[in-house]
């Protein structure tokens, strides 16, 4: 008797009938009655308030409700990152998870005379990982990396580079540029600066020559090609904004001119003149952007797919 002639026979069997059965029923019972997704959040009252306090020491300001819930929605995307690399055991394979905890055994004196293999077993059996910041910003990485890998960003292309340029070009304009050296006098004696000013005129004083007459200053006496937030940061806006309310001109002393710290007397040496920077100057500036916002849309894209994974609890 050939095969397809048993065939009829072998399909009346009544445990074959069984086992189909139960392979349906057991299909349908999936699709009717899925396993439960894992559970992330809610944030504990101690977390919340953690994230609100940052914020404040941040910038100065209490959140509002809406800045708290966004807050709290990364947070919870951190957790579901950090729960989908444990349960992917991405820690078990880490290097830099693996000296961080021989560093935690080692802080809490677990580690003598055994060997790195059994401490680290030790603290993976103690769940010492589950509470380590650092190890959690890792295996977030880690997450972000795969998550990228799946769907990388292509890399912008040179209309893409162009338009941007065009779009920030106000924004990336070059501002004046000033080179100068400085006498400081601490005290505000108008007597003082003029008198060391006649001397500078009368024998024709270098800036070097002429720093006879400055205090120290510690921020130092000469300044290449700096802007005038550049400037502010040395010498306090005050200064800034007295040294380019002046019809400034190269190679001439001016002052003196008041700052946060006192009176100065200014040598410019050159002028840079504010300009349109080229899009040689801010090339790479522009694609390390346009890089950073495509990874920013594509590790988006595939948050939302991972977070369909999950159950969320606010």
């Not at 050296?181 to 009368?202: C, G």
């Amino acid at each position: 008797m050939t095969f397809l002639a048993k065939l009829p026979r072998f399909f009346s069997k009544p445990w074959l009938h069984f086992l189909l059965l139960g392979i349906a029923l057991n299909d349908i019972s999936g699709r009717l009655f899925p396993d439960p997704l894992p559970v992330i959040g809610p944030l504990s009252n101690e977390r919340i308030s953690v994230l609100r306090r940052q914020w404040m020491d941040m910038t100065r300001t209490v959140p509002s409700a809406s800045q708290l819930k966004s807050m709290i929605k990364s947070e919870l995307d951190r957790d579901m990152m950090f729960h989908f690399a444990l349960s992917r055991d991405l820690h078990l394979y880490d290097p830099v998870v693996f000296q961080r905890l021989l560093r935690n055994m080692s802080f809490l004196k677990l580690s003598k005379e055994r060997t790195n293999e059994e401490v680290y077993k030790e603290a993976i059996d103690m769940r010492i990982h589950l509470g380590d910041e650092v190890i959690k910003r890792r295996m977030i990485q880690v997450v972000e990396q795969i998550l990228i890998s799946r769907n990388p960003p292509d890399s912008p292309s040179e209309e893409e580079i162009n338009q941007a340029f065009e779009n920030r070009k106000r924004e990336f304009r070059r501002p004046n540029r000033y080179t100068l050296q400085h006498l400081y006098f601490p005290e505000r004696k108008n007597t003082t600066v003029r008198s060391a000013m006649q001397a500078i005129r009368k024998d024709n004083l270098t800036p070097e020559e002429a720093r006879k007459f400055s205090s120290p200053f510690l921020p130092g006496y000469k300044f290449v090609q700096q802007s005038g937030e550049q400037l502010s940061r040395r010498f306090g806006f005050e200064f800034t904004n007295n040294l380019e309310s002046l019809e400034l001109s190269v190679e001439n002393w001016f002052g003196p001119i008041g700052s946060t710290y006192g009176q100065h007397l200014v040598w410019i040496e050159d002028i840079e003149l504010e300009r349109d920077a080229t899009l040689a100057e801010v090339r790479k500036e522009l694609i390390r952007e346009l890089d950073r916002a495509a990874y920013k849309v594509a590790l988006a894209a595939e948050l939302d797919q991972l977070r369909m994974r999950y159950e969320f609890r606010l």
